[in-house]
């Protein structure tokens, strides 16, 4: 059984592209996350942001999805994954803003 994710994108008032993440990123749906970070990457010549201030839950399989795009990412992350994203080394490759 699949957990609860949902997957928007859209564009920033600079039209910088954002993909929004909701709910949580497991196992069970991150070859989902995946898929919409490589389609709004292929979509986004440049900078791409990824908003998880609504992810409630993000495990090793979301945090590795993450990982191949550092170079164009620009996270926006909630307080409580903030400090998962730094423990993670994330925080050290890519923009990571706390919400």
Same mark, same amino acid.
């Given at each position: 059984m699949s957990t609860a994710l949902t997957l928007t994108t859209g564009h920033q008032p600079d039209g910088?592209?954002?993909l929004t993440a909701a709910g949580e990123v497991d196992m069970s749906n991150a070859a989902d996350f995946a898929a919409a970070l490589a389609r709004a990457a292929e979509v986004a010549p440049g900078q791409l942001t990824v908003n998880l201030t609504a992810l409630e839950y993000l495990d090793s399989a979301g945090l590795a999805v993450l990982f191949p795009h550092v170079e164009r =990412?620009? #996270? =926006?992350?909630?307080? #409580? #994954?903030a400090p998962v994203l730094t423990i993670a080394g994330l925080a050290d490759l890519m923009t990571v803003v706390s919400a």
């Amino acid at each position: 059984m699949s957990t609860a994710l949902t997957l928007t994108t859209g564009h920033q008032p600079d039209g910088t592209p954002v993909l929004t993440a909701a709910g949580e990123v497991d196992m069970s749906n991150a070859a989902d996350f995946a898929a919409a970070l490589a389609r709004a990457a292929e979509v986004a010549p440049g900078q791409l942001t990824v908003n998880l201030t609504a992810l409630e839950y993000l495990d090793s399989a979301g945090l590795a999805v993450l990982f191949p795009h550092v170079e164009r =990412i620009h #996270l =926006i992350a909630s307080p #409580l #994954l903030a400090p998962v994203l730094t423990i993670a080394g994330l925080a050290d490759l890519m923009t990571v803003v706390s919400a």
